[in-house]
């Protein structure tokens, strides 16, 4: 399908770049991942420390904390990684409800359920765990079966060379996004980072929440181990969840500035537009 777009001979292209398991595992995934987020929040909430070790909830040196202090009448938030604290009044630690200081490591409009409720955070968040586990697993499966992963997302040689991945970061940073044949693909940078998210980040974060499960260390006592144990397991879970959101900002951010109805067209018809030098043929 072309359409012609005078001067010059530029010829606009709607191509086929995303198939339907890519499209349709994709948005239950945004779902998913969006209510991961906003019910790990809510667990987080009740205890937001974050400890080292086996034990570690049993002493009071968190690795991870974020909290709050009162100072006569005033309200203080703060974030503390190992011995250094950043004040987050108005944002962590502190935030407004309904016109009140509120003493809550995350706001009330970034959790779920917005009120607190531990046990309904923990049976939403299982729920859609669950969900996503198996949507992952549909999803490898087909990549490894279709041969995804090999012809989409594996790079080049060329690609893997660190001149041509300087080059593709300072494109980015100056806003400068691949045109024509080149724009039919994923460049190095989408390839590395979908990678790294498909085979590290998100394996990680279901393998330390799976260990946090009573059920599954009577099953597999091994895997609590694997990552030093319950506390360890947990401070992992939530660095692995905050690189993945980071992930998705940023993913976010680029389907924005690189042409939003674009990227938007291609996860729902599979169809992403380009434009080619010369006359339609």
């Not at 209510?35 to 667990?43: A, E, P």
């Not at 040689?157 to 494109?171: F, G, N, V, W, Y």
């Not at 976010?252 to 080619?276: C, E, F, P, Q």
Request: glycine share 10%; proline share 5%.
């Amino acid at each position: 399908m072309a359409d012609i777009i005078p001067p010059g001979g530029t010829r606009r292209v709607l191509v086929k770049r995303h198939s339907i398991s890519v499209r349709v595992t994709h948005w239950i995934n945004v779902i998913c991942l969006s209510f991961l987020l906003l019910t790990g929040l809510q667990i987080f909430n009740a205890h937001p420390n974050l400890y080292w070790g086996s034990y570690g909830a049993d002493t009071d040196t968190p690795f991870i904390s974020i909290g709050s202090a009162v100072e006569g009448s005033v309200y203080r938030g703060f974030a503390r990684v190992g011995g250094i604290e950043v004040p987050t009044t108005g944002v962590l630690g502190i935030s407004s409800y309904n016109g009140q200081p509120q003493q809550r490591a995350f706001p009330s409009w970034l959790t779920f359920p917005g009120y607190r409720d531990l046990g309904a955070g923990r049976n939403w968040h299982f729920f859609f765990a669950w969900a996503f586990v198996i949507n992952g697993a549909l999803y490898w499966l087909w990549g490894f079966l279709s041969g995804h992963f090999r012809r989409d997302l594996a790079p080049t040689t060329e690609e893997l060379k660190p001149a041509h991945i300087a080059r593709e970061i300072a494109s980015h940073a100056k806003l400068r996004f691949p045109k024509g044949e080149e724009a039919r693909h994923y460049n190095s940078l989408q390839k590395l980072a979908y990678l790294g998210v498909i085979f590290l980040l998100l394996p990680l974060m279901i393998l330390t929440g799976l260990s946090m499960s009573p059920a599954i260390d009577a099953i597999a006592p091994w895997l609590v181990d694997l990552f030093g144990g319950r506390q360890s397991a947990r401070t992992i879970h939530f660095i692995v969840a905050s690189l993945t959101t980071g992930f998705v900002v940023v993913h976010l951010v680029m389907v924005l500035v690189s042409g939003v109805w674009n990227n938007l067209r291609s996860m729902v018809t599979g169809r992403y537009a380009i434009k080619l030098e010369g006359p339609a043929l």
